[in-house]
């Protein structure tokens, strides 16, 4: 019966050796800041607008939308990549209001994190006084960005699955090793 209670006790001590050694995943991408600022109020529509991470990213992985109060997509061309920035040129806005800048990066991880930032423009720009067409860019045909998308937190995504995979192997390995000494007394 000893015997038996030890198998128990090892097995459990085990089992929260793994659980205590695993971290949080922190790994994932985290916006440090953009230009323009978030909730800035601007007289006059930017020319280009920059996302900066705080790793280093890629142009091809990443998309940047730039949508006005009406829906209307203003980004034109691709998004470009320098160290830690993405950015993609902006076409003459629109009516005066709230513009979200909404983007989908990918981490060196490789997952995607999407969040968003906004500006107001407080007069009209430009492309107010004609009607304006959805901006015909592959970047923004690709993953327009929701009205509404929240920031991404910095540990979205939540933890790995493997430490749980090698911790089960691990514990159904020592259950079996366990039960075939046991058999053997």
Request: negative net charge.
């Given at each position: ?97 709230r ?53 991404a ?18 514990l ?14």
């Open positions: 019966m000893t015997r038996v209670l030890r198998a128990a006790a090892l097995t459990l001590l085990c089992g929260f050796a793994l659980l205590l050694g695993t971290g949080v995943a922190a790994a994932h991408t985290r916006l440090l800041g953009s230009d323009p600022a978030d909730g800035t109020s601007l007289d006059a529509g930017p020319s280009r607008v920059a996302l900066e991470f705080n790793e280093t990213m890629q142009a091809g992985f990443s998309t940047i939308t730039v949508v006005g109060p009406d829906g209307t997509q203003f980004q034109t061309g691709g998004v470009t990549a320098d160290g830690a920035t993405v950015a993609v040129d902006v076409g003459p806005l629109g009516a005066a209001g513009y979200e800048i909404g983007y989908r990066v990918i981490s060196e991880d490789g997952h995607p994190v999407t969040g968003s930032v906004a500006f107001t423009l407080t007069a009209d720009g430009p492309a107010a006084a004609a009607p304006a067409a959805p901006s015909s860019s592959s970047q923004a045909a690709a993953a327009p960005a929701p009205a509404a998308a929240p920031a937190p910095a540990g979205d995504g939540g933890m790995p699955v493997w430490p749980w995979i090698v911790g089960a192997v691990v159904v390995g020592g259950g079996v090793a366990a039960a075939l000494r046991l058999g053997r007394s």
